[in-house]
């Protein structure tokens, strides 16, 4: 646990950034000792207009884990039964 939130964030711009630019970003899970775990989310960022994201992917490799969101709180959760989350653009 980081705080109340399940797991850490692959990625994590800190909360006092006012500008940032990420690109084609992918983080995936492979939690084959405990397919259980169920990490919050795979990025993490301040939701401010100059702190932008673009083409990000989640994977939960052999369908082994659960991340939940994308990043923050948007986008779908990948485990088993969805392998591949894509998320064109954040804000």
Do not use: K
């Not at 630019?21 to 983080?27: E, I, L, P, R, T």
């Not at 259980?36 to 992917?57: M, R, S, W, Y």
């Not at 369908?63 to 653009?89: C, M």
């Amino acid at each position: 646990m980081n705080g109340g939130t399940n797991g850490y964030a692959a990625y994590e711009v800190a909360p006092s950034v006012t500008t940032h630019q990420a690109w084609g970003v992918g983080s995936y899970c492979f939690f084959n000792v405990n397919n259980a775990i169920i990490n919050d989310h795979a990025f993490e960022a301040p939701n401010t207009a100059g702190v932008q994201f673009h083409d990000l992917l989640t994977v939960s490799l052999g369908g082994v884990g659960t991340i939940s969101h994308v990043i923050n709180q948007v986008g779908a959760a990948v485990n088993s039964t969805t392998n591949n989350v894509y998320l064109p653009s954040f804000p």
